[in-house]
């Protein structure tokens, strides 16, 4: 693209959000960020990536750590931080791309070009998905899941995002699209449209 542009997709468990961001990115022809952030900042680090996949997007927990000089002993914290500082040193070389959570829409709040989008679905339609892709996972289980992720976004979103509203708060994004009700090319094709009218 040759006007800089930064995408952040928030999304519900079972939304599939990580599906229309790829696709979105793909349609660009730009660069999607998810856990493979995780791999740069492994590498920078020099750390296997598995040992820090049980960190990513979890809220510090303040039982067990502290901080002190500045210095936090929250690895979750530390690698929130560390993944915000990479997406900003790319924003910072002109690059564009598309970011899946992260607090995207609180870093880059502001920003020229810089569009958040939230990717929301039916209870139903979320069901329907989880226990697909989770073999011999039942209803029940399948809403448990759904709840537990979806609270465990929401405490990481909000304990890092100081500007842009609290996750899921459909004011807070410049988007809201249920994917339940054009499914995923269409919602895709939808929040595509969108972006095209918004950068011209």
């Not at 979890?58 to 002190?68: D, G, I, Q, Y």
Request: hydrophobic letters at 35%.
């Amino acid at each position: 693209m040759e006007k800089q542009i930064i995408i952040s997709i928030g999304r519900e468990y079972g939304s599939a959000g990580h599906i229309v961001a790829k696709q979105l990115a793909d349609k660009l022809g730009i660069e999607v960020f998810d856990r493979n952030l995780l791999d740069e900042v492994a590498g920078i680090k020099n750390v296997d990536t598995n040992n820090l996949k049980k960190y990513d997007e979890k809220p510090k927990l303040k039982l067990f750590s502290r901080t002190v000089r500045g210095h936090s002993s929250s690895p979750e914290e530390n690698i929130a931080e560390l993944q915000f500082a990479l997406l900003k040193s790319k924003a910072a070389d002109g690059d564009s791309f598309v970011i899946v959570g992260r607090c995207a829409d609180d870093i880059f709040h502001g920003m020229e070009n810089f569009i958040s989008i939230f990717i929301y679905a039916d209870m139903e339609a979320k069901i329907k998905r989880v226990i697909e892709r989770h073999e011999g996972l039942d209803r029940k289980g399948a809403i448990k899941k759904i709840e537990q992720h979806n609270k465990k976004r929401a405490a990481y979103h909000d304990y890092f995002c100081k500007k842009s509203g609290k996750w899921g708060d459909r004011s807070a994004y410049d988007l809201c699209v249920n994917s339940s009700k054009l499914g995923i090319e269409g919602t895709t094709e939808l929040v595509y449209n969108y972006i095209q009218q918004r950068t011209k």
